[in-house]
C-alpha cells in the first residue's frame, strides 16, 4: 500500500487564485511528520513547509498553509494569491518517528502545478 | 537555504565508463542521502549515511556504488550502467538522528545522468 498518496496528477490554476494541492498518508506511528517540497524545472527539491502530528495548529509559512486533518490522514498543502513561478512539480512527504531508525522520508508522486498568465 | 552542492549537474556517459558523483554538505549534519528520480516515479531512496555509516540500500544494483569519507562527502560510483539508469540523481543531507522531530532533508541541485 502507498504510504503518500497524491491524487493529482497535474493541475492547472490561474494566476492568483489560491490552489489546493491533495495529499493523503497511511500510517500506523502515532509520531511523524508531514512535508512539503517544490521542485522547479531547474530539478533541486526547495523544502516549504513542516507538520508535526501532534501539532495542535496548521503549519504556515508565507504564502504556504497546510491543511492538517488528523482523522482523515489529509495534509493538503494551500498556496494563496498564486504566482507564475509557483509552477513547478510539488511532492508531499512524511517521516515516521517511532520506527525510523534512518530518519527515511517517504515521498508521494507528485503534483504538476501550472500557473496560468 | 540549500548548501549542499552536486557536481557535475550534467553527465552522460556510455555503458562501459566508470564516473563519480560528489555530493558535499555545509550544513553540519549527520545523514546523507542518495535518491533517484526518474521521469513519471516517485523519488526512490537508494542509500542513507548517518554517521558515515551506511544504514539503508534499498537493493540498489552493486553498479551503484557509495562512499561516504565524512560527513560533509558523499560519492555515488558508477560503472557498467545501463540506459534505464539514465535519470536525476538527487543527494540531501539531514540532522540525522541527532535532530529534532522537524528536521527536515535539504536536496541539493542534482546531477542529471544520461548513459548512452
Known amino acids: 500500500a502507498q504510504k503518500i498518496t497524491q491524487t493529482q496528477p497535474g493541475m492547472f490554476v490561474q494566476e492568483k487564485e489560491a490552489v489546493t494541492l491533495d495529499c493523503t498518508y497511511d500510517?500506523?506511528?502515532?509520531?511523524?511528520?508531514l512535508f512539503w517540497y517544490k521542485q522547479p524545472s531547474s530539478g533541486e527539491m526547495i523544502f516549504l513547509i513542516y507538520?508535526?502530528?501532534?501539532?495542535?495548529q496548521n503549519a504556515t509559512e508565507g504564502r504556504y498553509s497546510l491543511n492538517f486533518q488528523k482523522a482523515r490522514k489529509s495534509a493538503n498543502l494551500v498556496i494563496s494569491a498564486s504566482q507564475l513561478g509557483d509552477s513547478a512539480m510539488y511532492f508531499c512527504?512524511?517521516?515516521?518517528?517511532?520506527?525510523?531508525?534512518?530518519?527515511?522520508?517517504?515521498f508521494g508522486k507528485g503534483t504538476r502545478l501550472h500557473i496560468l498568465p | 537555504e540549500t548548501g549542499v552542492t552536486q557536481t557535475p549537474r550534467h553527465l552522460v556517459m556510455g555503458m562501459t565508463n566508470k564516473k563519480s558523483l560528489k555530493c558535499e554538505q555545509h550544513?553540519?549534519?549527520?545523514?546523507m542521502y542518495w535518491y533517484k528520480q526518474s521521469a513519471k516515479k516517485p523519488l526512490e531512496l537508494m542509500f542513507v549515511y548517518s554517521l558515515e555509516e551506511r544504514v539503508e540500500n534499498n537493493s540498489v544494483p552493486s553498479r551503484f556504488s557509495p562512499e561516504c569519507p565524512n560527513s560533509s562527502h558523499l560519492f555515488l560510483h558508477l560503472h557498467t550502467l545501463q540506459p534505464e539508469d539514465s535519470a536525476l540523481y538527487l543527494c540531501?543531507?539531514?540532522?540525522?538522528?541527532?535532530?529534532?522531530?522537524?528536521?527536515?532533508?535539504?536536496f541539493g541541485p542534482g546531477t542529471r545522468l544520461t548513459v548512452l
Open positions: 512527504a512524511m517521516r515516521e518517528f517511532a520506527r525510523n531508525r534512518d530518519d527515511k522520508i517517504i
Open positions: 500510517t500506523s506511528d502515532p509520531s511523524y511528520g
Open positions: 540531501a543531507s539531514s540532522r540525522g538522528r541527532m535532530g529534532s522531530s522537524t528536521d527536515t532533508q535539504y
Open positions: 507538520q508535526g502530528s501532534y501539532d495542535q
Open positions: 550544513l553540519g549534519h549527520n545523514a
